[in-house]
């Protein structure tokens, strides 16, 4: 089985790319004002279905979208694009740790150019207080950063095996 080296290093390259955000999530990515617009549309359409949704709508927009062009490609049988995309879908799910972990201490500067504590509103500080969670904070985020993490992980492996089986018939991926 000989790899398609385009797709193995190119699935390598970007793959470490997202482990170093797995990493250090904080540190950002070239995908976070993506991600913001995404987020704030959540909030639009979500808004349908009351207050509470139309606030948890940013985040769980912000994954949907990504998770939409996986499941895309991967109805297009465009495993390795899926594969490549789902990349996204777990530094998503990391952008959206950063968000949750700050509920308490609120000291990330938001769309607003203002803090939480600043009277900026905080997304996830009302979410976890609406939901009694706000003293487990560091649960619910840990195990955002698990799965966004383990997205990656699985994601990156995925690539990267698909690199070496054989493109299918009419293929023209890569």
Known sequence: MRPNYLKLIFAVLISAYFLWIAYDP???????????????????????FGEFMMIAGG????VIMPLAFVGYFFWQK???????VCLWVGQSILNVWVYASDAVVMQLVLTSGFTGTEGSFHDWNYL??????????????????????????V??????YLSFLPA?????EL
């Open 168 to 172: 299918p018939e009419g293929d023209d």
């Open 128 to 153: 976890l207080t609406e939901t009694g969670l706000l003293g487990s904070t560091k649960k619910v985020a840990g195990v955002l950063r698990f799965v966004g993490t383990a997205t990656i992980a």
């Open 26 to 48: 904080m540190q950002g990515s070239f995908l976070d004002n993506v991600d913001l617009a995404i987020h704030e549309f959540g909030h639009l359409l979500f808004r349908l």
């Open 78 to 84: 465009s495993y390795y694009s899926a594969a490549i």
């Open 59 to 62: 985040s769980i927009f912000q």
């Open 155 to 160: 994601a990156a492996a995925w690539s990267v």
